[in-house]
């Protein structure tokens, strides 16, 4: 199994374009979630889903867009990059929700974004 | 909202000594989570626990929920240049969310 994996790992825009992160799991989980990590500020969720066309908002929503479409794939779409949204970006997918016995985490390796 | 603090940010220690980082939420929590990323890494799953005062132990780390299942700790006994890197907990919020710690930064001296 590869786990989770994330493309691309390193990507540089200038203000105002449009780029899609790619996250894909095959461990068969139905959670899946996007965090961004910024220095001293922990893993703040973005949006996350708890199956294949459901999908809903974390602390910090705006300016990323998401969907669902199987259980595998969990695409973030950044829709006009922006210098704030410089950041690494993590995937995580994990069996259950977060309150359930199965809610270990299982993080991607990253993307590191770079916004000019 | 519901917040899950952790301290201390940062600690130093010389390789040898003890560690330890706390975890505190303004909310009960139904568990709680321990992930350790190393620099430049992604996090990764160290234990979940679940019961009012539980404790676990795995090798030199040892893992306490709080008995009101508001806090938690992890302490590292004679900390070793493996063990660098950010330590975070996590619990669930009422939405059914992961909301994380800021972690605690932990660099080691040989």
């Known amino acids: 199994n590869a786990g989770v994996t994330q493309t691309p790992k390193f990507q540089v825009l200038k203000t105002g374009q449009s780029m899609t992160l790619q996250c894909a799991q095959d461990m068969n989980h139905e959670y899946m979630s996007w965090y961004r990590q910024d220095p001293g500020m922990g893993l703040r969720l973005i949006h996350y889903?708890?199956?294949?066309?459901?999908?809903d908002q974390g602390e910090v929503p705006n300016g990323y867009n998401v969907s669902r479409s199987t259980t595998e794939d969990f695409p973030l779409r950044l829709l006009s990059a922006a210098p704030s949204q410089t950041s690494v970006y993590f995937c995580?997918?994990?069996?259950?929700?977060?309150?359930?016995?199965?809610?270990?985490?299982?993080f991607g390796p990253g993307t590191r974004l770079t916004v000019l | 909202g519901q917040q899950v603090m952790q301290i201390p940010q940062y600690q130093h220690v010389q390789e040898g000594e003890d560690f330890t980082t706390y975890c505190n939420s303004s909310?009960?929590?139904?568990?709680i989570q321990w992930y350790k990323q190393r620099p430049g890494g992604h996090p990764v799953f160290l234990i979940q626990l679940v019961k009012s005062g539980e404790v676990k132990k795995q090798k030199r780390l040892t893992f306490q929920f709080g008995e009101a299942k508001k806090n938690s700790s992890l302490h590292i006994t004679a900390t070793q240049t493996t063990d660098v890197g950010t330590y975070f907990c996590?619990?669930?919020?009422?939405?059914?969310?992961?909301?994380f710690g800021d972690g605690t930064t932990l660099t080691v001296k040989p």
């Open positions: 909310t009960t929590l139904s568990n």
């Open positions: 995580a997918s994990s069996k259950g929700i977060a309150a359930s016995s199965y809610n270990e985490q299982f």
């Open positions: 889903s708890v199956g294949a066309g459901i999908t």
């Open positions: 996590a619990g669930p919020t009422n939405a059914g969310k992961s909301t």
